[in-house]
């Protein structure tokens, strides 16, 4: 009997091109994110009253008790819209400093992974991390070639070119940097692997 994860595969890679409706909703519920930062609208604006008051990282909402279901939802698959989505920092308010990739290839929290575990200041914005001077809070003095590697970062980080702007929050899973529900289900099914059928 056929299996319907096979059937669900694209032709090129051993299936029939059925898709897969969990995967599919999946990359629907990522776009909603994409509208929330992206979009203005009535529903945009209750979704950030109620939920991101005083927030406007979406990075850094948490679930909680009294939210609804379709919010939860939402929060559930966050990481997946994640994962497609990139920074360009400007002024660095919407960014934050360890947890995005905007100045590497890869977030500082993994490329620094000893600072990371020892700063007390994890959660701060690369704007504010400016206003700082750099100057951020370690759970204990940091040994010579912890402070050297840190000096280097900093010095690194202050040759960005910052701008008085807004940063810009773009798809990188598309070449004109928007949105699609199709970059994300490739995204989802990237690791399927099966024979190319030319002809059904």
């Known amino acids: ?26 990359s629907l519920l990522c776009k ?9 609208g009535l ?36 990481h997946i819209y994640l994962r497609g989505r990139s920074t360009k920092v400007k002024n660095g308010k919407h960014t934050l400093f360890w947890e ?9 929290c993994s490329l620094y992974p000893v600072h990371y575990e020892l700063c007390l200041n994890k959660y701060i914005t690369v704007n504010q991390f400016v206003l700082r001077n750099a100057q951020l809070n370690f759970s204990r003095w940091l040994p010579t070639f912890l402070f050297t590697s840190w000096t280097s970062l900093v010095d690194e980080i202050y040759s960005y070119p910052f701008e008085n ?30 024979l190319s059928f030319k002809s059904i």
């Open 1 to 26: 009997m056929t299996k319907w994860s096979v059937v669900c595969k694209t032709k090129r890679k051993g299936g029939l091109g059925i898709k897969n409706i969990k995967k599919m909703n999946v």
């Open 100 to 108: 995005e990739a905007w100045f590497k290839q890869n977030p500082l």
């Open 165 to 194: 702007e807004n940063d810009v929050i773009f798809w990188k899973l598309n070449n004109n940097g928007k949105f699609s529900t199709k970059s994300v289900y490739e995204l989802l099914t990237n690791d399927d692997s099966g």
């Open 32 to 40: 909603w994110w994409w509208k929330i930062e992206h979009e203005e």
């Open 43 to 78: 529903w945009q604006t209750i979704v950030k009253a109620k939920y991101m008051s005083g927030n406007n990282l979406i990075t850094l909402i948490k679930h909680k008790v009294d939210d609804s279901p379709i919010w939860s939802d939402l929060l559930k698959i966050r």
